[in-house]
């Protein structure tokens, strides 16, 4: 489904801060599959996010979405079966909006343009049965601007908005990081339901290494803009976190004493 390879990205390059943030990677993601990627910070972890995105171009290596080379293609042009959630809950939403038109707008997107009413009924019986799913309260407060919701709220909304029209690849960016714990909880859980209903390929960062064990089928680990680590199966569900760092040690030659050396 998603083909990734021996992807280069090099920031500042030729400059005394150029930085290999990502060196030769190659990945594969089968329709379906629910990847988590774990590494500490400029591990490559969102670089690689951003390339399969079409944030920069990339400077060597090739990526095929189904089949498709989408590697020259620009972001807005990916963005048509693409969809992602940041870790800002203010980034996925427009504010100064309403609930239902952040979510007609989801609802169209990559649809043509043309002159009709704004908001159908049939589209609000469809966000009020989508909203109802989250548990919310949202389908009671269409008409409230996204302002006034929390930042759970906000977060739960664009992921609804991101998988609305179902994509064909959907980008989760430590989307649960800037919430609070029990939050965070709800949000994942969502995540995990509406990944599992419609079968989503997903591609979820996280720092956070239970997460990125108990959450899809496999979890992807990166050190110094390389993949280390991919553990699925039996493999992965015996896993624990001091199975994980023990791994990682072994594959970087790093050695830690727990998880928050990794996140570090």
Do not use: C, Y
């Amino acid at each position: 489904m998603l083909k990734i390879r021996n992807v280069t990205k090099i920031f500042n390059k030729g400059t005394i801060n150029e930085k290999v943030a990502l060196d030769g990677v190659s990945l594969e993601l089968n329709e379906g599959d629910f990847v988590t990627v774990i590494g500490s910070n400029g591990a490559g972890k969102s670089t690689l996010l951003n390339a399969v995105a079409g944030n920069f171009s990339i400077d060597a290596g090739e990526i095929f979405i189904e089949g498709n080379n989408v590697t020259a293609l620009p972001q807005h042009k990916r963005a048509e079966f693409i969809s992602r959630v940041f870790q800002d809950p203010m980034l996925g939403t427009a504010s100064s909006m309403t609930i239902e038109e952040n979510l007609v707008m989801a609802r169209r997107r990559g649809h043509r343009r043309r002159l009709r009413k704004a908001i159908t009924s049939r589209d609000r019986t469809i966000f009020m049965e989508e909203l109802k799913k989250l548990g919310l309260g949202l389908e009671s407060r269409l008409t409230n601007r996204v302002s006034l919701l929390s930042g759970g709220q906000r977060q739960a909304l664009t992921l609804l908005m991101a998988t609305l029209q179902t994509p064909k690849l959907l980008l989760l960016d430590e989307h649960t990081a800037a919430l609070d714990p029990k939050t965070a909880d709800k949000v994942l859980e969502l995540t995990r339901s509406v990944a599992e209903e419609s079968r989503l390929t997903t591609f979820m960062v996280t720092h956070n290494l239970e997460h990125a064990l108990s959450i899809g089928n496999r979890t992807i680990m990166m050190h110094e803009g390389r993949i280390i680590l991919d553990i699925s199966g039996d493999k992965r569900s015996g896993m624990t976190m001091e199975g994980l760092l023990e791994m990682f040690g072994k594959a970087s030659g790093k050695l830690l004493a727990n998880d928050k050396m990794l996140l570090a």
